[in-house]
């Protein structure tokens, strides 16, 4: 293989084209304007967040493991580290809340058992 480089442009364009989709139809099932797909797709918009990322794989039905792969790609300035992605469709908005509150809790908590176990504590 090639050592070419990742073009997140050229991979939302050939997954768009390969679903026959239209930039204003992807955009419409993405919950995103046709202007924002268009910047995507000329190269203009190079580092979309992982949110619109995750819109964009639900909407062109990109497995979750690409779309890791794909922000991983993209994130040069802030690499996503231990990205993990759960579908939450069906769950209720409180659900939701709930579950994002048990993960901040638990990297309070890590963050709380590292500490003490290096012995610093920069307060």
């Known amino acids: 293989m090639s050592e070419e480089k990742f073009s997140l442009a050229a991979y939302i364009y050939r997954l768009r084209t390969e679903r026959n ?13 046709t202007s924002y797909i268009s910047q995507i797709e000329s190269g203009k918009r190079t580092n979309p967040s992982p949110k619109t990322m995750e819109k ?30 759960f579908d ?5 908005n409180p ?3 709930r579950i994002e509150d048990q993960i901040e ?7 709380y058992k590292e500490m003490k176990k290096g012995g610093d504590c920069d307060a």
């Open 21 to 33: 989709l239209k930039q204003n139809e992807l955009a419409k099932r993405a919950g995103l304007t």
């Open 56 to 85: 964009i794989a639900q909407a062109l039905s990109i497995p979750t493991i690409d779309v890791i792969k794909v922000i991983d790609f993209i994130s040069d300035e802030n690499p996503v580290n231990n990205l993990r992605l």
């Open 88 to 92: 939450v469709s069906g769950l209720e």
């Open 95 to 97: 659900d939701i809340q």
């Open 105 to 111: 809790l638990l990297k309070i908590k890590n963050k």
